[in-house]
């Protein structure tokens, strides 16, 4: 179920693990919507919340990403507040569910010793192409050029969230090498409820509505 609400309103209540979901306007943008035929293009995970700035003395909520931003490329913490204010385009949050909080809670050591290790690694735009080109993936010829192995050197921002989640235990099974931003959202390990904290009331077709385990794999 969709909800629209300013971020400010809802921000304490978010927690480690839960999703950002991004729908851009670029041109890159809008050829991964094309592609995945959907409106999320990014996709960011809740790392830490509440964290006070020693300066100004706010809190905030931090996401990690792998993205380009401000200059940068490549996986990367950010401010979410900076981003929801900048960002052009759709933003929701995407809450973790019961069950899939319980196991995150079990694993969040593990989470967070994997998440923090790949900050600063390169940004992989080649394995993000693939992932998003499906047709292929089943031909005995071309799936070569379609299909992704895993690997783990760089990272494209689902891939990295899911092999975060897979390291939680949220999910299992899954070729995080082959998984788009609107997969991620796919996955049924969301609450029912998710919100849109910027934009204008946008669905996520398919929402929590497929299995994330042995997901992406090829005979």
């Known amino acids: 179920m969709l909800e629209q609400q300013p971020y400010h309103l809802i921000r304490e209540q978010m927690r480690p693990g839960d999703?950002?979901?991004?729908?851009?306007?670029?041109?890159?943008?809008?050829?991964?919507?094309?592609?995945?035929?959907?409106?999320?293009?990014?996709?960011?995970?809740?790392?830490?919340?509440?964290?006070?700035?020693?300066?100004?003395?706010?809190?905030?909520?931090?996401?990690?990403?792998?993205?380009?931003?401000?200059?940068?490329?490549g996986v990367m913490t950010n401010r979410l507040s900076e981003r929801v204010h900048t960002y052009d385009g759709d933003i929701w949050w995407?809450?973790?569910?019961?069950?899939a909080r319980q196991r995150f809670n079990e694993r969040k050591r593990d989470f967070f010793n994997f998440m923090f290790a790949q900050d600063g690694k390169k940004y992989d735009v080649?394995?993000?192409?693939?992932?998003?080109?499906?047709?292929?993936?089943?031909?005995?010829?071309?799936?070569?050029?379609?299909?992704?192995?895993?690997?783990?050197?760089?990272?494209?921002?689902?891939?990295?969230?899911a092999e975060g989640l897979e390291t939680?235990?949220?999910?299992?099974?899954?070729?995080?090498?082959?998984?788009?931003p609107v997969d991620i959202c796919r996955f049924s390990i969301f609450e029912p409820r998710y919100v849109?904290?910027?934009?204008?009331?946008?669905?996520?077709?398919?929402?929590?509505?497929l299995s994330a385990d042995n997901w992406g794999q090829i005979a």
Not at 39 to 57: F, L, N, P, Y
Not at 94 to 99: A, I, K, V, W
Not at 130 to 153: C, M, R, T, W
């Open 19 to 73: 999703i950002i979901a991004f729908g851009g306007n670029s041109l890159f943008s809008k050829w991964t919507k094309l592609t995945t035929r959907s409106a999320v293009t990014h996709i960011a995970i809740v790392m830490q919340t509440k964290m006070r700035d020693e300066d100004s003395g706010r809190y905030f909520n931090q996401v990690m990403e792998a993205t380009v931003y401000e200059g940068k490329k």
């Open 94 to 99: 995407l809450p973790l569910g019961e069950t």
């Open 126 to 161: 080649l394995q993000l192409f693939g992932s998003a080109v499906d047709a292929l993936d089943d031909h005995p010829i071309f799936k070569n050029i379609s299909y992704n192995q895993e690997d783990f050197s760089s990272w494209f921002c689902s891939e990295l969230v």
């Open 168 to 180: 939680a235990g949220v999910i299992s099974g899954v070729n995080a090498s082959e998984v788009t």
């Open 196 to 209: 849109q904290v910027k934009g204008e009331g946008r669905l996520i077709t398919g929402f929590n509505s």
